[in-house]
C-alpha cells in the first residue's frame, strides 16, 4: 500500500509555490492521522456534530467554542449522543463507542489497551473520561449479569464523587438506578432516579420512564402501566425532538404492562404507532420496538407474529445487545415450538455465543431443564 506521500507527490511541473502548499497540507493530515482528531467534537442526537474547543462541561450542557469563528455555542445535555476529546487515546475512543452501543464487556477489554505513557502525559479531562467509560462499564456489565454489583456502584459514586459537575452527571445517576434496581434496592434506585429531573425535559421524561420500570421489575404492572402512561404525558415544547423520543421509548413501557395485562391487542396498536413515529434512522429504539413487538405477540398467543418480530430484531435491528439477545432467547423457543429444531439450535448457538453473561442464556437454560 502507498504511502499518504506517495500518493501525494508533488509534479515537477507544477509551481513550487503549489508544490509547497499540497506538501504542506499532506503534512498536516499526515499528522491528523498519527495524533487523532484535532478539536473536540459533540455528536447529537440527530446525527449532526459541533467541532471546537469544549470550554465548560456542565452537568445541564456543554459550552464549545467554534475553531474558527470563535463563537461559543452552548449545547443542551439532552441533545448529545457523545462527546469526543480532541487529546483522548483512540482506545478511550473506542471503548466510549463500544459502551454506547451496549457492548460493556468490550469496552472494558479495550481500555486495557491504553498506555501508561498516554495517560501520565493526559488532560485532567481525559483522566476523568477515562475513570467514567471505566465506571460506566463495570457498571452496565453489573447490571446486566447481576456479578460484581458492589464493585460497579463503587466506581460510580467515586467518578461523582470526583467529578461532582461532569456532564456525565445524569448518565451516571441512571447507571448507578439501574446497578440498584438490578440489586433489589428499589427504594434507592428511585432515589437516585430522582437526580435526572433536575435536568432538561427529556430527562424529567426518563425519571419518571425509570421509576415506571421498578414497578414493572417488581411484578406491579397496573401501577408501572399509570407511571408509563404519566411519563409520556410530561408537559414538553412539541418541537423538543429530545423529549419526544423519550416519551415514544416510555410508550413503549407502557406496551410491556398491557401486554402482562392481558391486553396484548392494545399493547400491538400502540406499538405499532410507536414503530411509526420513530426516526429510520434510530436503530436502537427499532430494535427495542420490535422486540416488545414480539413480547406482546406472544402474550396474544399469536407466536408466528412474534416470530417475524423477533426475526426482524434478529436480521435488521441486531445493534442493541439487549434487545438482540431477548430476540435470540424467544427465537430459540419459538423455532423449538414451530418444530424446526435446527433453526432453534441456531438461535440458541448465537445467543450463547455472543451474548454469552446474558441472563437470556440462563433463562434459556432453565426453561430447558424444566
Not at 408501572?224 to 418541537?239: S, W
Not at 425532538?241 to 415514544?248: D, F, T, Y
Given at each position: 500500500m502507498r504511502s499518504p506521500l506517495n500518493i501525494c507527490r508533488v509534479p515537477s511541473r507544477l509551481p513550487t509555490i503549489m508544490g509547497r502548499v499540497l506538501l504542506a497540507a499532506v503534512a498536516v493530515l499526515t499528522s491528523a492521522a498519527a495524533f487523532g482528531q484535532s478539536s473536540?467534537?459533540?455528536?447529537?442526537?440527530?446525527?449532526?456534530?459541533?467541532?471546537?474547543?469544549?470550554?465548560?462541561?456542565?452537568?445541564n450542557e456543554i459550552e464549545i467554542k467554534d475553531q474558527r469563528s470563535e463563537e461559543v455555542k452552548k449545547v443542551p445535555i439532552d441533545r448529545i449522543r457523545e462527546v469526543a476529546l480532541a487529546d483522548e487515546p483512540d482506545s478511550l475512543r473506542n471503548a466510549r463507542g463500544m459502551l454506547l452501543?451496549?457492548?460493556?464487556?468490550?469496552?472494558?477489554?479495550?481500555?486495557?489497551?491504553?498506555?501508561?505513557?498516554?495517560?501520565?502525559?493526559?488532560?485532567?479531562?481525559?483522566?476523568?473520561?477515562?475513570?467514567?467509560?471505566?465506571?460506566?462499564?463495570?457498571?452496565?456489565?453489573?447490571?446486566?449479569?447481576?456479578?460484581?454489583?458492589?464493585?460497579?456502584?463503587?466506581?460510580?459514586?467515586?467518578?461523582?464523587?470526583?467529578?461532582?459537575?461532569t456532564h456525565h452527571f445524569y448518565r451516571s445517576a441512571e447507571m448507578l438506578g439501574d446497578l440498584l434496581a438490578k440489586a433489589q434496592k428499589f427504594p434507592d434506585a428511585a432515589t437516585v432516579y430522582s437526580a435526572l429531573e433536575k435536568g432538561p425535559p427529556a430527562l424529567k421524561v426518563r425519571a419518571a420512564s425509570a421509576k415506571a420500570g421498578l414497578n414493572f421489575a417488581q411484578g406491579k404492572f397496573a401501577e408501572?402501566?399509570?407511571?408509563?402512561?404519566?411519563?409520556?404525558?410530561?408537559?414538553?415544547?412539541?418541537?423538543?425532538?429530545?423529549?419526544?423520543?423519550?416519551?415514544?421509548e416510555a410508550s413503549l413501557g407502557t406496551a410491556r404492562c398491557l401486554a402482562r395485562l392481558d391486553k396484548g391487542a392494545d399493547a400491538v396498536g400502540l406499538i405499532q404507532q410507536v414503530v411509526k413515529g420513530a426516526d429510520p434512522e434510530e436503530r436502537d429504539m427499532l430494535a427495542k420496538a420490535y422486540t416488545v413487538l414480539g413480547d406482546a405477540y406472544r402474550a396474544s398467543g399469536k407466536e408466528?407474529?412474534?416470530?417475524?418480530?423477533?426475526?426482524?430484531?434478529?436480521?435488521?435491528?441486531?445493534?442493541?445487545p439487549e434487545s438482540h439477545a431477548e430476540a435470540l432467547f424467544n427465537l430459540a423457543q419459538l423455532w423449538d415450538k414451530a418444530q424446526n429444531p435446527e433453526r432453534a439450535r441456531q438461535a440458541k448457538q448465537m445467543l450463547e455465543t455472543t451474548y454469552p453473561d446474558s441472563p437470556w442464556v440462563k433463562k434459556l437454560g432453565g426453561a430447558a431443564a424444566s
Open positions: 473536540d467534537r459533540i455528536r447529537l442526537l440527530d446525527r449532526t456534530e459541533i467541532s471546537g474547543e469544549i470550554v465548560v462541561a456542565a452537568p452501543r451496549g457492548d460493556a464487556a468490550s469496552a472494558l477489554q479495550e481500555l486495557t489497551k491504553v498506555q501508561d505513557a498516554d495517560l501520565q502525559a493526559a488532560s485532567d479531562r481525559v483522566l476523568a473520561e477515562m475513570q467514567f467509560v471505566k465506571a460506566a462499564a463495570l457498571a452496565r456489565q453489573a447490571t446486566l449479569t447481576g456479578n460484581g454489583l458492589a464493585e460497579g456502584e463503587k466506581a460510580l459514586r467515586d467518578f461523582v464523587s470526583k467529578n461532582p459537575k408501572a402501566l399509570k407511571d408509563f402512561e404519566n411519563a409520556t404525558k410530561v408537559q414538553t415544547d412539541p418541537k423538543d425532538s429530545a423529549s419526544e423520543q423519550q416519551k415514544l408466528q407474529d412474534a416470530l417475524i418480530a423477533f426475526l426482524t430484531v434478529d436480521l435488521v435491528y441486531n445493534t442493541q
